[in-house]
Nanobody, 125 residues
Framework: QVQLVESGGGLVQAGGSLRLSCAASGITVYNCPMGWFRQAPGKEREFVAAVSSSGGDTHYLDSVKGRFTISRDVAKNTVYLQMNSLKPEDTAVYYC??????????????????WGQGTQVTVSS
């Protein structure tokens, strides 16, 4: 059974940093597209970052470019989201996602078939 477990969320002041982790079990992240999404209160879930199945390509939401970095550690079967220079508007529940069916770089929610439970990130001003 595939499971994704996020961790690393918390409360941080504006300008601070957090690193989110998404540990996968029941599947290897190698050759799987993976992504991070977030949902702020009262808003729809939105794409944040993705890494391709090869690990060689990444894509980011414009508002996080230059501040967030997605990476993966195949040996640890984990994907990370390093978040620097955090802003209050980054406050949201962050979810990781994985697609087990095909290869590529995916930006849409419906392209992923496994999701984690989410981790809360709160940025105070």
């Amino acid at each position: 059974q595939v499971q994704l477990v996020e961790s690393g969320g918390g409360l941080v002041q504006a300008g601070g940093s957090l690193r989110l982790s998404c540990a996968a079990s029941g599947i290897t992240v190698y050759n799987c597209p993976m992504g991070w999404f977030r949902q702020a209160p009262g808003k729809e879930r939105e794409f944040v970052a993705a890494v391709s199945s090869s690990g060689g390509d990444t894509h980011y939401l414009d508002s996080v470019k230059g501040r967030f970095t997605i990476s993966r550690d195949v040996a640890k079967n984990t994907v990370y989201l390093q978040m620097n220079s955090l802003k209050p508007e980054d406050t949201a529940v962050y979810y990781c996602a994985l697609d087990s069916r095909a290869s590529g770089l995916y930006l849409r929610e419906d392209e992923y078939d496994y999701w984690g439970q989410g981790t809360q990130v709160t940025v105070s001003s």
